[in-house]
C-alpha cells in the first residue's frame, strides 16, 4: 500500500485525490460527462452519479450472487468441501443470527440478512487492497480518479438503508394495517393524550433508523480508509518512515479485517431487528 507515484503536489492532494469519486453528471456548460477535478464534481450538484462506487458494488453483488448460485446448482448431499462447506456454514449463521432475532414470520427475512451481510461484506473488503489500486487503475484507463470501496461513499451506504427503511415502512402497515401503524406512531408511549410528544419521540424514532445505519457504516469505513491514506503517505518521508508503514500498514490491515466484518454483522443484526418490530403489533 505504498503512495502513488501521481503528480500530486502535496500530502492535502494525495488525500483529496484519493477520496474523490469518479462522478457523472451534468457540467455547469449543459454537457453531461465525467468530472476531472474535484470542484466539476461538486458542481455537479445533486444530480450525479459515483460511477467507481455504483460499478464496484455491482460488480460485487453480481460476483456474490453468481457464486451461491453456483454451489446450490452444484451442492451434493454427502460431506460438503471447499467453497461449499463455506457457504453452507454462512448460511447456517445467518440463519441462526434470524431465529434468535425475528419472532414473525416472513421467508424473505433471511436471504434479505444473507444478502446485507454478504454484499456489505464484499464492500468493505475492497478496504483490504492497496490504497493506490483504483487511482493507478484511473489513470491506465484514462480516467481521473476512482474509489475502490463503495462503502467509504455515503450515497452507497444511504442506499442501502434507505431500502431497508421502505421495508419497514411497507411490513408496519402490512402486518398492522395503516390504522394500526399511524397508531403507534400517535399513541405510543404515552397514550391518546400524549399525541404530540407520541409523534415527535416515535417520528424521530423511525427517522433515526436509515440515518444511523448509514452514518454507522459510512463513519468508520471512511475512518479506516484514511488511516490507510495516511500510512501510505508515510512511505514517501524516508527509509525509517517506510518500515514504521509497513509494520503500522499490517497491524491496521489485521485489526480491519475484524472491522469490516464487525459493520457487516451490525448492518445485518440491525436490520433483522428492525424487520422485527415492524412484524410486532403493540396493544
Given at each position: 500500500?505504498?503512495?502513488e507515484?501521481?503528480?500530486?503536489?502535496?500530502?492535502?492532494?494525495?488525500?483529496?485525490?484519493?477520496?474523490?469519486n469518479l462522478?457523472?453528471?451534468?457540467?455547469?456548460?449543459?454537457?453531461?460527462?465525467?468530472?476531472?477535478?474535484?470542484?466539476?464534481?461538486?458542481?455537479?450538484?445533486?444530480?450525479?452519479?459515483?460511477?467507481?462506487?455504483?460499478?464496484?458494488?455491482?460488480?460485487?453483488?453480481?460476483?456474490?450472487?453468481w457464486?451461491?448460485?453456483?454451489?446450490?446448482?452444484?451442492?451434493?448431499?454427502?460431506?460438503?468441501?471447499?467453497?461449499?462447506?463455506?457457504?453452507?456454514?454462512?448460511?447456517?449463521?445467518?440463519?441462526?443470527?434470524?431465529?434468535?432475532?425475528?419472532?414473525?414470520?416472513?421467508?424473505?427475512?433471511?436471504?434479505?440478512?444473507?444478502?446485507?451481510?454478504?454484499?456489505?461484506?464484499?464492500?468493505?473488503?475492497?478496504?483490504?487492497?492497496?490504497?493506490?489500486?483504483?487511482?493507478?487503475?484511473?489513470?491506465?484507463?484514462?480516467?481521473?480518479?476512482?474509489?475502490?470501496?463503495?462503502?467509504?461513499?455515503?450515497?452507497?451506504?444511504?442506499?442501502?438503508?434507505?431500502?431497508?427503511?421502505?421495508?419497514?415502512?411497507?411490513?408496519?402497515?402490512?402486518?398492522?394495517?395503516?390504522?394500526?401503524?399511524l397508531?403507534?406512531?400517535?399513541?405510543?408511549?404515552?397514550?391518546?393524550?400524549?399525541?404530540?410528544?407520541?409523534?415527535l419521540?416515535?417520528?424521530?424514532?423511525?427517522?433515526?433508523?436509515?440515518?444511523?445505519?448509514?452514518?454507522?457504516?459510512?463513519?468508520?469505513?471512511?475512518?479506516?480508509?484514511?488511516?490507510?491514506?495516511?500510512?501510505?503517505?508515510?512511505?514517501?518521508?524516508?527509509?525509517?518512515?517506510?518500515?514504521?508503514?509497513?509494520?503500522?500498514?499490517?497491524?491496521?490491515?489485521?485489526?480491519h479485517?475484524?472491522?469490516?466484518?464487525?459493520?457487516?454483522?451490525?448492518?445485518?443484526?440491525?436490520?433483522?431487528?428492525?424487520?422485527?418490530?415492524?412484524?410486532?403489533?403493540?396493544?
Amino acid at each position: 500500500m505504498s503512495a502513488e507515484t501521481h503528480e500530486v503536489h502535496s500530502s492535502s492532494d494525495y488525500i483529496k485525490h484519493h477520496l474523490q469519486n469518479l462522478a457523472y453528471g451534468k457540467k455547469p456548460d449543459g454537457h453531461w460527462g465525467l468530472a476531472h477535478t474535484a470542484q466539476e464534481a461538486k458542481d455537479m450538484g445533486f444530480w450525479s452519479f459515483n460511477v467507481d462506487s455504483l460499478g464496484v458494488s455491482i460488480v460485487l453483488g453480481v460476483l456474490f450472487l453468481w457464486s451461491f448460485r453456483r454451489v446450490a446448482k452444484k451442492a451434493s448431499a454427502g460431506v460438503p468441501s471447499g467453497w461449499q462447506n463455506f457457504v453452507e456454514w454462512v448460511i447456517e449463521f445467518i440463519d441462526s443470527s434470524v431465529r434468535g432475532s425475528f419472532s414473525g414470520r416472513n421467508p424473505m427475512v433471511a436471504p434479505l440478512a444473507m444478502t446485507v451481510f454478504i454484499w456489505i461484506f464484499l464492500m468493505n473488503f475492497m478496504d483490504l487492497f492497496a490504497v493506490d489500486h483504483g487511482p493507478e487503475l484511473a489513470k491506465a484507463l484514462g480516467l481521473p480518479f476512482f474509489k475502490v470501496v463503495p462503502t467509504t461513499d455515503p450515497n452507497i451506504t444511504f442506499g442501502m438503508a434507505i431500502s431497508i427503511f421502505f421495508l419497514i415502512i411497507f411490513y408496519s402497515i402490512k402486518n398492522k394495517g395503516l390504522g394500526g401503524f399511524l397508531g403507534e406512531l400517535a399513541f405510543q408511549p404515552f397514550g391518546k393524550w400524549g399525541m404530540p410528544a407520541n409523534l415527535l419521540l416515535e417520528g424521530v424514532n423511525l427517522i433515526a433508523k436509515p440515518i444511523s445505519l448509514a452514518l454507522r457504516l459510512f463513519g468508520n469505513m471512511y475512518a479506516g480508509e484514511m488511516i490507510f491514506i495516511l500510512i501510505a503517505i508515510m512511505f514517501g518521508a524516508g527509509i525509517g518512515f517506510g518500515v514504521l508503514a509497513g509494520v503500522l500498514q499490517w497491524a491496521w490491515a489485521v485489526f480491519h479485517i475484524l472491522i469490516i466484518t464487525l459493520q457487516a454483522f451490525i448492518f445485518m443484526t440491525l436490520t433483522i431487528v428492525y424487520m422485527d418490530m415492524a412484524h410486532q403489533e403493540h396493544h
